[in-house]
């Protein structure tokens, strides 16, 4: 069974540009989670899908950060304009429902470096 | 609100000693807890995780945890280490909600 899939892995961009991230869940699963991790720090939680619906957006910075899940299944994280403390690792993690209990599956993530 | 500290930003052992990462939750209801492993470049693959069925949880790898409530903590341990178990190991627990809430994690490091 294939895993979390993100693209890209890497990516270099100038402050001020805007960038997109990629990611496909497991198949079958419902939830579908974008987390930021900053160097040295665990992932925090910026966006959770329940199919294509955003159930919590409360960490994700509006001004901008955007977020879809159009059909419920892969999902685009965007950053218009990118600043330099955007930069860090964006984690895409997938679980087959909502239960406390249940497992979730982490991509390998994209490292973004703002320069 | 719930969280986790993680005690020791940094933990260096010899191979085949025993490895205790240490973390301490702080909630108001009985949680779930949570231990995940990150090796360079790659993401977050579950240990072990604890829901209240059993006190002594056990995990891939060889790694086990004990919830223990009167000390509100969850340390995870490996009676003898490997070279392979170098990588940064992240507590978590489960709020309401499905999201995870992180500790700031443990880097492991085995000397040979």
């Known amino acids: 069974e294939a895993g979390v899939v993100q693209s890209p892995r890497y990516k270099i961009i100038e402050k001020k540009q805007p960038v997109a991230f990629w990611c496909n869940p497991i198949?079958?699963?419902?939830?579908l989670y974008w987390y930021l991790q900053n160097l040295g720090q665990g992932p925090e939680l910026l966006i959770r899908?329940?199919?294509?619906?955003?159930?919590?957006d409360s960490q994700l910075p509006k001004d901008r950060f955007s977020a879809e899940r159009l059909k419920g299944v892969d999902s685009t994280l965007k950053i218009q304009p990118a600043e330099l403390g955007d930069s860090a690792v964006y984690l895409c993690?997938?679980?087959?429902?909502?239960?406390?209990?249940?497992?979730?599956?982490f991509g390998p993530g994209t490292r973004l470096t703002v320069l | 609100a719930q969280s986790v500290t993680q005690l020791g930003s940094h933990v260096s052992v010899s191979e085949g000693a025993l490895v205790l990462l240490r973390c301490n939750y702080s909630?108001?209801?009985?949680?779930?807890l949570f231990w995940y492993v990150q090796y360079p470049n790659q993401g977050l693959q579950l240990l072990l995780k604890?829901?209240?069925?059993?006190?002594l949880v056990k995990g891939i790898n060889g790694f086990e945890a004990e919830f223990k409530k009167s000390e509100t903590s969850f340390h995870l341990t490996k009676p003898s280490a490997h070279m392979s178990d170098a990588a940064e190991y992240f507590c978590?627990?489960?709020?309401?909600?499905?999201?995870?809430?992180f500790g700031q994690g443990t880097e492991l490091s085995v000397k040979p």
């Open positions: 899908y329940e199919n294509e619906e955003a159930v919590d």
């Open positions: 993690a997938s679980s087959p429902g909502t239960s406390q209990t249940d497992e979730q599956f």
């Open positions: 604890y829901t209240s069925a059993a006190t």
């Open positions: 978590a627990v489960s709020p309401m909600g499905g999201k995870l809430i």
């Open positions: 909630s108001s209801v009985p949680p779930y």
């Open positions: 198949s079958g699963h419902n939830t």
